[in-house]
């Protein structure tokens, strides 16, 4: 794994800005099986406006506090084994500490996200996401609350892409489905939850 001094690329955004390091694991190619394996994959239930979905790719979720996602609540769960190195060289890479980590698999082009912030109350003020890519270089589109500014990046296999500043308050993110013939991905994406203040 590489630590500190990892080259990375800064895009500053107007309003926000993001870190992204283009060869961040580089053993990426060998952990996408164990990831699949590894890890426990579920297909998530959203509830949005009252109604249950079940969201289009699987889902994973480990940490040491609770986190309510999409209207649902994830309870703390013990760290797998395996991921334990990656969070320690995203936490290096990055200079932030992380204690959480949703992983989203995407199998195919229908399975997607759709456009959301990252800005639940408990992740704090400005919350950073630190995201790790495996498998195929899906895009992930950004649109401005403006309703005006976009860009699209595509994260390769292996990278690590940090969401810091304003990002969250001022963009949405998300991952389109695409009727194209498409590899699978696993993104393992690293937040700080604050823990619960006591009374
Ligand atoms: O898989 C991605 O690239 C985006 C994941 C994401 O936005 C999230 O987990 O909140
Ligand atoms: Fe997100």
Redesign the pocket.
Known sequence: MLFAEAPFQQVDLRNGSLRYFEDFIPEHQSLLEPLKTALDWYQGDVQLFGRHYKTPRLQCWYGDEAYTYSNVRLEPRTWADMLLPLKHAVEQGSGYRFNSMLGNWYQHGQHG?GF?A?NEPELGQNPV?AMLTFGYARDLRFKHKNGQDQFTITPQSGSLLVMEGETQHYWR?GIAKSARQMGERISL?FRYILPPSKP
């Open positions: 996200m959301h990252d996401v993110h994406t």
